[in-house]
């Protein structure tokens, strides 16, 4: 996850957040493609996310630090896969493609 910079007010670090995400998004938009998710939809999301969930209930409750994607990344992920799915359930994220200019 990007560093993040001083917010004077929370909504400003939630949309920081937010733009990260959509970075996040097109990198791995472009790396995956649509297929992955338009393949399973929903419920392949749903596993995605428990996957992740999973990992997270794991470090933080063993304590363990993570050796390959922070905690921020699998967080990130998780929100990234909740708005997809909003995506998906809309027909948007197999009706729309990235804008060619990012």
């Known amino acids: 996850m990007a560093k993040q910079t001083s917010n004077q007010y929370l909504d ?3 949309q920081e957040i ?3 995400m959509v970075r996040v998004f097109i990198a791995k938009n472009k790396d995956y493609g649509k297929d992955n998710i338009l393949d399973t939809g929903e419920l392949g999301i749903l596993f995605r996310s428990n996957d992740k969930l999973r990992r997270l209930q794991n470090l933080l409750t063993a304590g363990n630090n993570p050796k390959n994607e922070s905690l921020d990344d ?3 992920d998780i929100a990234v ?3 997809i799915a909003l995506l998906v359930r809309s027909g ?3 009706k729309l493609s990235l804008n060619p200019k990012v």
């Open 92 to 94: 948007k994220f197999k």
């Open 12 to 14: 400003e670090a939630f």
């Open 81 to 83: 896969y909740a708005v």
């Open 74 to 76: 699998s967080w990130m």
């Open 18 to 20: 937010c733009e990260e």
